[in-house]
């Protein structure tokens, strides 16, 4: 185990929050701790101490997981937990060992619930674990019935909603292999991403209520489904009422007429090898056509069992909750929660419908105990001025997970003043390439301003400066030196590994380095800076973009904002584009109120040298400013992967800006 320990912190750096000596006995961390100490015999006095342990003892670590939490599958004794860890990539977790993905969160059968699903304020339904176990059985029929079996693709052109769940689950059940994004995607979106894996069947809605509107999906579908030949079914599922929409498509049914044949029997569960194709997910980058990340079975399992039980303390019966959409990594991330055997809360549509408080009565209604959202959410509740804590109970909301973007620290602040005093404020982070978090929470620890609190356990995450040595208390790469079981698998259509190796292995050869700029803190904390490869280098000083971000958004007057660093005159300059609340002007005075703010708050260095108004900040469809598209249009560069944007016209704004010439 190593030695070498966080430095203690002063006296004045008191957290903003602590578990009571209640909670950390209850927690499921606690738990574990006392499972090491009989099966292991080692004991650990905090989450540091079994952290370190975790990765210096990665075999030991992932089969107390697997054992602990029981996991459901074939693991015959004797067999190997890892082979080739010294490789990255190469390294096999469980290689030996067989499971299914859907089995293992099927696990109940009663009339509790397993999915509570609200369309806005327009629609809300319950879906019981036995209602859902007999809903998977006749989809998992179907598809067999449609040629589908281990490998093929399955894909939901879908909303958050229960068949969108169900769907995934019988593909899971037969070894198949689904993938899924939002239904406001647009065509060339999905095109360039089901395009790519060729799925068998299709699944779309009739369309979705969006901000109290419902809008009709079918002239996309009716526009990209000829041009993906391989689908031999397409299944429209009901959320408007329209059981005439599967007559505008070919070779479309609706789901009751495609279930018809099929009566609810018990689920046939395809065990397959713990490396075998579960996910197809996607990059959402806007340099070209969206990466196809391929995520195996076992490895997906078996980390978000991990951090569900241990770092988001989910536990069976608890009802949790993440707002998401199909095409975000969340969506897998949260479905994962019924291997917990708690109850999903499925929300689809805007959660500011009706009056922006609809999450917080959600909350309410139905017991929410873990509130997953963004950073930029909580931002617009602060700038709303919303006060949910004077207005709503959340008694029952345990834990709130933030991420899709640094939480600033007013963001913490917020959420501790204006939500709730008591809660685990958990800022989370990893990404679409592990389907996961290199840093998270820890549910017995305390809640630091502007930290993450902690690292995963068994992810040998290590901040790195630029010669590749481990730092703390100073910026750089964040890395992970070990294998971890939720590596992708490989990427579609790169049979020899060569783009796989170059996006994550070329920098530090046989060292995951992830993008991401950061800190690690006197707290054995994390602060995120933004993604490296958007970090500003002002006179050859890295800046990372949140840190401009969480000064000039303090101002009531912005809204929000997006920086980049614009090459000019042999260096690079910093530039600042701010969307401004209605009725304010971006005038003298208001500028250098800017600047000062930035400069007092940060450094002379984050000062941007323009300040630039604009109506309009373009976005991902899970909520991300896309800072590298407006620097390659500043730069004059070609913007190719528009269809990953959410408002991909608002780019529009950023080209040849005139003061941007001088």
């Given at each position: 185990?190593?030695?070498?320990?966080?430095?203690?912190?002063?006296p004045?750096?008191?957290?903003?929050?602590?578990?009571?000596?209640?909670?950390?006995?209850?927690?499921q961390?606690?738990?574990f701790?006392?499972?090491?100490?009989?099966?292991?015999k080692?004991?650990?006095?905090?989450?540091t101490?079994?952290?370190?342990?975790?990765?210096?003892?990665?075999?030991?670590?992932?089969t107390?997981i697997?054992?602990?939490?029981?996991?459901?599958?074939d693991r015959?004794s004797?067999?190997?937990?890892?082979?080739e860890?010294d490789?990255?990539?190469?390294?096999q977790f469980?290689?030996e060992a067989?499971?299914?993905?859907?089995?293992n969160?099927l696990?109940?059968?009663d009339?509790?619930?397993?999915?509570?699903?609200?369309?806005?304020d327009?629609?809300?339904?319950r879906?019981s674990?036995?209602?859902?176990?007999?809903?998977?059985?006749?989809?998992?029929?179907?598809?067999?019935?449609?040629?589908?079996?281990?490998?093929?693709r399955?894909?939901?052109?879908?909303?958050?909603?229960?068949?969108?769940?169900?769907?995934?689950?019988?593909?899971?059940?037969?070894?198949?292999?689904w993938?899924?994004?939002?239904?406001d995607?647009?065509?060339?979106?999905v095109?360039?991403?089901?395009g790519q894996?060729?799925p068998?069947?299709?699944f779309?809605?009739?369309?979705?209520?969006?901000?109290g509107?419902?809008?009709?999906?079918?002239?996309?579908?009716?526009?990209?489904?000829?041009?993906?030949?391989?689908?031999?079914?397409?299944?429209?599922?009901?959320l408007?009422g329209?059981?005439?929409?599967?007559?505008?498509?070919?070779?479309?049914?609706?789901?009751?007429?495609?279930?018809?044949?099929?009566?609810?029997r018990?689920?046939?569960?395809?065990?397959?090898?713990?490396?075998?194709?579960?996910?197809?997910m996607?990059?959402s980058?806007?340099?070209?056509k969206?990466?196809?990340?391929?995520?195996?079975v076992?490895?997906?399992?078996?980390?978000?069992?991990?951090?569900h039980?241990?770092?988001?303390?989910?536990?069976?019966?608890?009802?949790?909750?993440?707002?998401t959409?199909?095409?975000?990594?969340?969506?897998?991330?949260?479905?994962a929660?019924?291997?917990c055997?708690?109850?999903?809360?499925l929300?689809?549509?805007?959660?500011?419908?009706?009056d922006?408080n609809?999450l917080f009565d959600?909350?309410d209604?139905?017991?929410?105990?873990?509130?997953g959202?963004?950073?930029?959410?909580?931002?617009?509740?602060?700038?709303?001025?919303?006060?949910?804590?004077?207005?709503?109970?959340?008694?029952?909301?345990?834990?709130?997970?933030?991420?899709g973007?640094p939480?600033?620290?007013e963001?913490?602040?917020y959420?501790?003043?204006n939500?709730?005093?008591?809660?685990s404020?958990?800022?989370i982070?990893?990404?679409t390439d592990?389907?996961s978090?290199?840093?998270?929470?820890?549910?017995i620890g305390p809640?630091?301003?502007?930290?993450i609190?902690?690292?995963?356990?068994?992810m040998?995450?290590?901040?790195?400066d630029?010669?590749?040595k481990?730092?703390?208390?100073?910026k750089?790469?964040?890395?992970c030196?070990?294998?971890?079981?939720?590596?992708p698998?490989s990427?579609?259509?790169?049979?020899?590994?060569?783009?796989?190796r170059?996006?994550?292995?070329?920098?530090?050869?046989?060292v995951?380095?992830?993008g991401?700029?950061?800190?690690?803190?006197r707290?054995?904390?994390v602060?995120?800076?933004?993604?490296?490869?958007?970090?500003?280098?002002?006179?050859?000083?890295?800046i990372g973009?949140?840190?401009?971000?969480?000064?000039?958004?303090k101002?009531?007057?912005?809204?929000?904002s997006?920086?980049?660093?614009?090459?000019?005159?042999?260096d690079?300059?910093?530039?600042?584009?701010?969307?401004?609340?209605?009725?304010?002007?971006?005038?003298?005075?208001?500028?250098?109120?800017?600047?000062?703010t930035?400069?007092?708050?940060?450094?002379?260095r984050?000062?941007?040298?323009k300040v630039?108004?604009v109506t309009?900040?373009?976005?991902?469809?899970?909520?991300?400013i896309?800072?590298?598209?407006?620097?390659?249009?500043v730069?004059?560069?070609?913007?190719k992967?528009?269809?990953?944007?959410?408002?991909?016209?608002?780019l529009?704004?950023?080209?040849?800006?005139?003061?941007?010439?001088?």
């Open positions: 185990m190593s030695s070498i320990s966080p430095p203690a912190p002063s004045s750096e008191s957290p903003l929050w602590k578990p009571s000596p209640q909670r950390i006995a209850e927690a961390l606690t738990g701790l006392h499972h090491l100490k009989q099966t292991a080692v004991e650990f006095g905090d989450y101490q079994l952290r370190d342990w975790s990765i210096d003892n990665l075999e030991a670590f992932w107390a697997w054992d602990h939490f029981g996991l459901i599958g015959p004797g067999t190997p937990v890892l082979v860890g490789k990255m990539p190469g390294a469980f290689p067989r499971l299914n993905f859907a089995e969160l696990r109940r059968n009339d509790g619930d397993a999915l509570v699903f609200w369309a806005e327009k629609m809300k339904r879906v674990w036995r209602e859902l176990q007999a809903l998977v059985s006749r989809l998992q029929q179907l598809l067999k019935d449609q040629g589908v079996g281990q490998g093929d399955v894909a939901g052109f879908m909303p958050n909603m229960p068949e969108t769940v169900a769907a995934m689950l019988a593909t899971a059940s037969l070894g198949a292999i993938s899924s994004c939002s239904p995607f647009g065509v060339q979106g095109l360039d991403r089901f894996i060729e068998k069947v299709l779309v809605p009739d369309g979705y209520f969006y901000n509107k419902e809008i009709d999906t079918l002239p996309k579908v009716r526009e990209f489904l000829p041009q993906i030949p391989s689908v031999v079914k397409t299944v429209v599922c009901p408007l329209r059981p005439q929409a599967a007559a505008e498509l070919p070779k479309a049914a609706t789901l009751e007429d495609a279930l018809e044949p099929y009566k609810a018990e689920i046939d569960y395809l065990r397959v090898p713990f490396n075998t194709p579960l996910y197809v996607y990059s980058g806007t340099t070209g969206p990466k196809c990340i391929v995520h195996g076992g490895g997906t399992l078996i980390q978000q069992v991990k951090e039980r241990l770092n988001a303390d989910v536990r069976s019966g608890d009802r949790v909750f993440y707002f959409t199909c095409g975000w990594m969340m969506w897998n991330w949260l479905v929660s019924l291997a055997e708690a109850t999903l809360l929300y689809d549509g805007s959660p500011f419908a009706p922006g609809i959600y909350a209604a139905e017991g929410m105990t873990l509130f959202t963004s950073a930029k959410y909580i931002d617009a509740c602060n700038k709303a001025g919303l006060a949910p804590r004077q207005t709503h109970d959340l008694s029952t909301v345990r834990t709130i997970c933030s991420t973007s939480l600033v620290p963001g913490f602040d959420v501790y003043e939500i709730k005093q008591d809660v404020l958990a800022s982070s990893g990404g592990i389907l978090c290199f840093v998270l929470g820890n549910p809640v630091h301003r502007g930290e609190q902690a690292r995963g356990l068994g040998a995450v290590e901040v790195w630029d010669d590749g481990p730092v703390r208390e100073q750089g790469e964040l890395v030196v070990k294998p971890f079981p939720s590596m698998l990427f579609w259509g790169d049979p020899d590994g060569s783009r796989y170059a996006a994550y292995f070329e920098r530090f050869p046989g995951w380095c992830h991401d700029f950061v800190e690690l803190t707290h054995d904390g602060i995120v800076y933004g993604r490296s490869d958007a970090t500003l280098n002002p006179g050859g000083v890295r973009t949140a840190e401009i971000y969480r000064q000039v958004e101002l009531p007057e912005v809204v929000e997006i920086v980049i660093g614009q090459d000019w005159q042999g690079v300059r910093v530039v600042l584009f701010v969307r401004l609340r209605a009725g304010s002007t971006l005038d003298e005075a208001l500028e250098k109120q800017i600047k000062q930035i400069r007092d708050g940060a450094t002379p984050h000062v941007p040298a630039v108004q309009d900040i373009p976005r991902t469809k899970s909520g991300k896309v800072e590298l598209a407006v620097r390659d249009l730069h004059g560069r070609a913007v992967n528009r269809e990953a944007l959410a408002n991909p016209e608002a529009e704004l950023y080209r040849d800006i005139a003061t941007l010439q001088q």
